[in-house]
């Protein structure tokens, strides 16, 4: 069986080729990421001058903890590149992201960026989106109704739960609806969908934002570019 966490290890690692110093980054979250900012931690004590913008509180703690210089959107509104995790890469790189929970702060991050890397072990490509499924951060006071809209749109909506009887709360303190398709043949068509619906303050599809995939698979690390869109060997 592939070790995954060796893969995501390996992926972590590979990013910090594309971190110089001077440079100002975004930190993602999630378990891969999580890799990465102990590593980028050691690489600072030796020397590497980074600025970082966190995308959760979770992150913003490690991040402290390894000792790597944070700073707000406000203070830098334009970052030079991002480093984040993802829960499904298709072909495209088009993405599914949110299992963590902090897909709103990941987007927005993402945004600001001049570029994105994506960091994954192998099992996370896949050939379609959809079989993860889709979070959706909704305005806590409307989630019946969002949850009744995407139904109608096809999908199996549910209240992602953080324990028994109690709903998930985002850091930007929203509810999260965890929307199973069968497949997403169209990204684009069902973000154009998802997005004015009322209530609805992002959803998890990455479109066109992820520049480059590095993907941890056994004891290499393939790279996988936008631009070039290769197929993908699937596990």
């Known amino acids: 069986m592939p070790d995954r966490e060796h893969e995501k290890k390996l992926a972590a690692a590979a990013s910090l080729e594309h971190i110089e110093s001077g440079m100002t980054i975004g930190l993602g979250t999630g378990s891969t990421a999580e890799y990465l900012i102990p590593l980028l931690g050691r690489r600072i004590g030796r020397g590497l001058k980074v600025r970082a913008v966190p995308t959760s509180r979770r992150t913003a703690e490690l991040a402290q903890e390894c000792g790597i210089p944070l700073n707000t959107l406000q203070e830098c509104p334009r970052l030079d590149l991002t480093v ?82 109690e709903a998930f709360v985002s850091d930007e303190g929203n509810n999260i609806l965890d929307c199973r398709f069968q497949s997403i043949p169209d990204p684009p ?11 609805v303050v992002e959803h998890g599809l990455f479109i066109d934002r992820c520049d480059l995939a590095l993907v941890g698979r056994g004891d290499q690390v393939e790279k996988l570019a936008r631009r070039e869109q290769p197929p993908l060997a699937l596990t």
Request: no cysteine; glycine share 12%.
């Open 84 to 165: 984040d995790g993802a829960d499904e890469v298709d072909g495209r790189l088009q993405l599914i992201k949110g299992g963590g929970g902090a897909l709103l702060r990941e987007k927005i991050v993402a945004s600001a960026s001049r570029r994105m890397i994506v960091i994954v072990d192998a099992s996370k490509l896949v050939r379609m989106l959809g079989a993860f499924p889709l979070p959706v951060e909704v305005v806590p006071f409307g989630w019946p109704v969002v949850k009744r809209r995407l139904e109608e749109i096809g999908a199996q909506a549910s209240l992602r739960r953080s324990q028994p009887g």
């Open 189 to 199: 068509r069902l973000a154009s969908k998802i997005g004015p619906i009322a209530g």
